[in-house]
């Protein structure tokens, strides 16, 4: 193995989804950076190129957060990274106004990332998976200034040794499968989609099923039914039927920053009535517009007697075996009876993610890391993993905070104020480890982000 050693960084960021890239522009645009020399920050990321659940790019996806909730504004009102100056960067700012909507496509949403990665792009390696952090070897815990990571180049060139003071993890959330069942050609989660269906001829799909009641599912759903006019589609549900995201004003209060605090500080009942209360807004729900149209799609083949959008409710899949080139599913209601066999083409589990787990990447390092008395991580305010005095370094999370930080955890809700506190925090630390009083002093003042 060919490796090469790089310079030890300030931090560096693991994944450059929308969470790092956001933090990517919090540490460039932070005030103390100006007033010291630049935090030293690098990303690596696994992907070729920028990518933002591409798999589920589907043509009419709209977003489910306001646009206003973007890389940065509710950190800074002023940016230049903007969806705002996105759009009065690409001439369409009137234009986007006129709609009176505060939720744009998913594509466009990915083309505005793009437009602010490009200007970050001196920050971030792609092709480069991180496969482990660790303590440099030989050094002894509690005197080693920082964590070594191993990246691997995933088009196959040299593996790199990177060392860092501070490490940000935001891998992003993890596919979710029933036990059992197995992927393949045939058979697909949500977070693979477009990839899958570019792979086969749309003519070959007969019947097909997708598995879930969240908004994947629902999205899937009507692209099958739109792109295979030939073919019988089959939506197996495990409710009665598609449930509404919750996105009222008293009810999205929970992604706000302030909740954050809530739940952080909350007792063990509050944050259990923030999750009793309030999990409609996210998971297994899907927007109202959807549903009607699926709903309607449904009535109008009732009424012209050529069904072939059928539900499947109250039930979930137990097991999927190869049949010939197709797959013989069977089907257990919860209405009782033996699991029912249906033939399909091509099956989609839109069963979900698991949440951002770092237990895998931590390795050794993980026995450092503090648990609660359910086995979960704790995690500082500030994001920051709480550790065993020896570990000094700062190992932070973008994601998989669900139980510390609540409901906007995985989501981009609260990325821009998450990520400007991390980088207070970075640099608060290394104004400290350096002694420039005056910025350590300002900052512990309250005098953080612009
Ligand atoms: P994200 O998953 O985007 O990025 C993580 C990155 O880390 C990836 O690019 C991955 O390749 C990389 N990576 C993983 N392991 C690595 C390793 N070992 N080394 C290097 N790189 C590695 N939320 C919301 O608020 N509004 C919305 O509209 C939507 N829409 C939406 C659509 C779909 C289809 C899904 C599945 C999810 C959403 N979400 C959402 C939720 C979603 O989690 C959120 O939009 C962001 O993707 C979170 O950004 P992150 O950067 O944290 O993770
Ligand atoms: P999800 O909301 O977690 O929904 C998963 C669905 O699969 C649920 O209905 C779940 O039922 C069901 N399920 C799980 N295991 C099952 C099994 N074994 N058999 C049958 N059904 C099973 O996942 P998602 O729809 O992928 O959404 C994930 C996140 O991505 C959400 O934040 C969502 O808003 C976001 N998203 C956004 C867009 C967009 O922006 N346009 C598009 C897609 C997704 P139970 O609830 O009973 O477990």
Redesign the pocket.
Known sequence: MSVHEDPTYDVVG?????????LSISLEEHRANVLTDPVKAAF????PS????R???LPS?????SFL?DLVTFRNPASRFSYVSFLHAKGRLAQFVNRKDF?PT?QE?HQYLEWAESSMSNVVTYS????AIRLPPGDVPGTSEHLQLE?RDTAGGATRLVNARNVVI????QPRMPDGVVRDERVWH??EFLDRWGRVEPEELKSVAVVGAG??AA?ITKFFHERLPHAQVHAILPSYGYSVADDTPFANQV?DADAVDDYYDGAESARDAFWRYHRNT?YGVVDDADIRYLYQVTYDEDVAEAKRLHYHNLSKVQSVEVDGRGRKVFLKSLRGGKPQPLDVDAIVFATG?AG?DPTH?LGDLDRYCLRDEAGRHRVERNYRLVTTPELTCGIYL??GTEHTHGL?S????N?AVRSGEIADSIIQRRAERELVPAVAGRLEAGEKRL
Do not use: C, D
């Open positions: 693991i994944g450059f989804g929308p969470s790092n890239l956001s690596f990321e696994r992907q920028f990518g933002w659940h798999n589920m790019l996806a709209t977003m489910q957060i909730k939720f998913r949403f480069s998976a991180v496969s990246i935001s891998t992003g959330l949500s977070s908004q994947s999205e992604f996210n993610y951002m990447l973008q994601g906007t995985s989501l981009l809700s990325i």
